[in-house]
């Protein structure tokens, strides 16, 4: 199918800057089925999607993607990678509401519908929580059910004393350590820090080549997504997701962030709990990129059945 590019860029909810984004749509209006808005992970930026994209594009699908706050072409400069400016990570899922409705106003009668991975997954939660109307779909790629309480508390102290102490762009190695510092351990020997995103090597080179990925979050930066963890992974959250949408919750059974499926089971649980029409699936053997892992083709094929089922 034909298909046209788009690169776009609005106001930052922080008040810094602009964010950056992509979209990808069939070049025939009349063969859009669906839109869908991705909120990509951490440390990583919108590009990341494109082959995804357009496989999705060419079952009719629009696939828009922004590069959030202090990511890719969204960060202001060197210092503001990893940082998401005064408001925290609210400033993040704001100018996702914003690029949904640049894309709307093109699309207004397409089945609107939202996918987030890994730290976007988090956001994707949030977003169904104070945006979820009118949403017709939803697929939650590496998502976490966090810490417990006592932890994600003791570490919200930790990075707020830091972020008093050194200021909320400053770096601090205890922070890594304690969030993404521990996602290898399980995959040694290791050929490279970062084997735990996915079994393909070519993968995994290409995300550690990439200039734009890989980066470590400013200490407030860190303090944010482990406050975006704690909200979403709260029980109020889950009783305050609309359950007229289902959802596709898809991660690796070898991914670190979700427990080695431990945790995303709990999730799943949880929203089944609350009433949400929501399914699992494992893929055996997949770590925490599975849109980029060894098996992705089967996991394209997934999503896009899930997606077109919602839009009949």
Known sequence: MEYTTKEMSYDASSGEGRIFARGFAPADK????????????????SLRYESFAKYLV????VVCVNDHAGHGKSAVDEESFGYF???GYQNLVKDMNKLRRIIQEDFPSAP???MGHSMGSFLARRYLSDYGEGVSAAVLCGTSAGFSPAVMKMGLAYANRIVMKKGPKAHDDQLKKLTTGGYN????PARTENDWLSRD?????LYNQDPLCGFDFTVSGYRDLVTLLFDVNKPQWFRSVPTDFPILMVSGDQDPVGDFGKGVRKVYHRLVKTGHDVKLILYPGGRHEILNETNRAQVYEDIASFLLKATD
């Not at 060419?58 to 699908?61: L, T």
């Not at 351990?185 to 040694?188: E, G, I, K």
Request: no cysteine; charged share 15%.
């Open 201 to 205: 090597e070519a993968q995994v080179d």
């Open 112 to 114: 609107y519908m939202l």
């Open 85 to 87: 400016g005064p408001g």
């Open 185 to 188: 351990r399980s995959f040694q």
């Open 30 to 45: 009349n063969a859009v089925r669906g839109i869908l808005q991705i909120a990509h992970g951490m440390a990583e930026h």
């Open 58 to 61: 060419a079952k009719g699908f």
